[in-house]
Nanobody, 125 residues
Framework: QVMLVESGGTVVQAGGSLRLACAAS????????MGWFRQASGKERKFVAA???????YYADSMEGRFTISRDNAKNTVYLSMNSLKPEDTAVYYC???????????????????WGKGTLVTVSS
């Protein structure tokens, strides 16, 4: 069993930067692929970024270049650094874990083993 707790969500001005963190409890953090997803109000939850067991990173096409995912296995934490934020980045950001390691199919569908409760990011114009 893995529990995920996101933090770092806040109100930020357009063009600003923010770093989200997701702390995992439970054993075996390094054995999981980790991902970030987001859900804007009234819309479906969508894949943002992932990092596999080996530290390789994957991004949704629209996120690459502005967002950076990273993991610190010693701290059982995964991060999402976001730059050049836009109002359309406003959403609840969720952290998730997959014991099967990264799969573009699983992550695209949000087929994950564990989810956090999310943290709200609001980008003001």
């Amino acid at each position: 069993q893995v529990m995920l707790v996101e933090s770092g969500g806040t109100v930020v001005q357009a063009g600003g930067s923010l770093r989200l963190a997701c702390a995992a409890s439970g054993r075996g953090f390094s054995d999981y692929a980790m991902g970030w997803f987001r859900q804007a109000s009234g819309k479906e939850r969508k894949f943002v970024a992932a990092v596999d067991r080996g530290g390789n990173t994957y991004y949704a096409d629209s996120m690459e270049g502005r967002f950076t995912i990273s993991r610190d296995n010693a701290k059982n934490t995964v991060y999402l650094s976001m730059n050049s934020l836009k109002p359309e980045d406003t959403a609840v950001y969720y952290c998730a874990a997959d014991a099967r390691d990264y799969s573009p199919v699983h992550f695209a569908k949000g087929d994950m083993d564990y989810w956090g409760k999310g943290t709200l990011v609001t980008v003001s114009s």
